[in-house]
């Protein structure tokens, strides 16, 4: 018996080791002139909702150029962080609204 436990103890941990993390899904808002968190950790594979809830447009700019997203006022979209890196970003319309993502691996 203790075998058959031995087998199922190791089959339980290679299928921990196999199964990958679940993604998930990180809110930046953008309200009243300010990106909100301004530092958010995050990791590759995680989806990044950015948010728009003034009544004007803004972007989210990456200053290395890994993302550049557009929204209108009152919307929503999305992105899949791709690569590790800190990376800075701001809204092209609004350059004093800056913020920062640290994204692992």
């Known amino acids: 018996m203790s075998g058959r436990l ?3 103890a190791v089959a339980l941990v290679f299928a921990a080791m196999v199964v990958p993390a679940r993604a998930a899904t990180i ?3 953008m309200e009243n002139l300010v990106i ?3 530092k958010v950790s995050a990791k590759v594979g995680d989806t990044i909702a950015w948010i728009n809830k003034d009544v004007f447009a803004h972007t989210a700019t990456a200053k290395n150029g890994d993302f550049d997203v ?4 009152g919307r929503s ?12 970003y701001y809204c092209r319309y609004h350059p004093n609204m800056r913020a920062t993502l640290k994204i692992e691996p």
């Not at 557009?70 to 006022?73: D, G, H, V």
């Open 6 to 8: 031995s087998s199922i």
């Open 27 to 29: 809110e930046i808002t």
């Open 36 to 38: 909100s968190p301004a």
């Open 70 to 73: 557009t929204l209108p006022p």
């Open 77 to 88: 979209a999305t992105s899949v962080l791709k690569k590790a890196g800190i990376v800075d």
